[in-house]
């Protein structure tokens, strides 16, 4: 097995804990692989798992792994959906490439990001599915719309044809601990069901990481997004 595997392998035992742990069923929560900095070889390791939705932070870096992914796979002659998901900043200049290439944008925070992502979408790939990104803990430099704005903007997102707005993501600073946490990822789960009451559907709650899923998927995550306990420590980030 390899170390990716293995890693895999643990990450997806911590899930299924902590959903007993929750009373929830280990089935409720997604595992997103984010396979940022990391190269196209370690991705296709972790589809040969059954991994199949990975999350990339640097846009133009994710569409050129998509495309040695692909050949990859063609050549080991291995078949599995795959799902891309765009998890950093997201700017008016990279809006296309997002739209063409990803089947999820969750980190959309704003209505002119959304609109372009709405027009830009090619007619012949389903609606791109949409988290708007919340700055849940207050943290000044974080991208992220401010929680009383997000109702309005989901509305307004709601509303866009080309696009299917399924729900919130956020990244809290890390918490001292397990309560601390909870507490943070409670007010996502909160606006999540205040959104909700107000007619949205929405059915994804995409928070929790490395290292604090379990107080995540205890508040009601639906995405738990995992880079460096599957791939290991990040280098250089640019
Ligand atoms: C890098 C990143 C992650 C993964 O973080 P780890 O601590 O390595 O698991 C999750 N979400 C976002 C938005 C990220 O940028």
Redesign the pocket.
Known sequence: MTMIAAHIQTVRARIETACLAAGRAPGTVKL?A?S?TFGADAVVQAIATGQTAF?E?YIAEAVEKMTAVRESLLALSLISPIEWHC??PIQSNKTRLVAENFDWA??VDRLKIAQRLSEQRPPHLHPLNICLQVNVDGGVNKSGVEPDAVLGLAQAVAKLPNLRLRGL?C?PENAPDFIAALAVFTVAKDLFNKINHEGLSLDTLSMG???DLEAAIHAGSTIV???????GD?HSVT
């Open positions: 997103l984010v940022k999350g932070n998890i950093g969750q980190s993501m990244i990481m490395s290292a997004r995992v880079g460096s306990a599957i791939f990040r």
